[in-house]
């Protein structure tokens, strides 16, 4: 499985903030997802330019170390 548009929580946390939404165009870079662990906000990038195809999460979700949040084609 080619996992090269895939956002992934960098580790586990709570999901402050979903950014975009599905069928948004983003930039490589852009924030996508804004997730919250150790009493810190860590803001999810796109990584690569392309448009969101899905988004796993909504806001308040916990989400694990590696959990796939959204895929950007």
Known sequence: MNHQG???APLPGTIWEVVVKEGDRVK???AVIILEAMKME???TAPMDGV???IHVVKGDKVQNEQVLAVIE
């Open 28 to 30: 490589a870079g852009e």
């Open 42 to 44: 860590n803001e999810l």
């Open 6 to 8: 895939h956002v992934l």
């Open 52 to 54: 969101v195809s899905q």
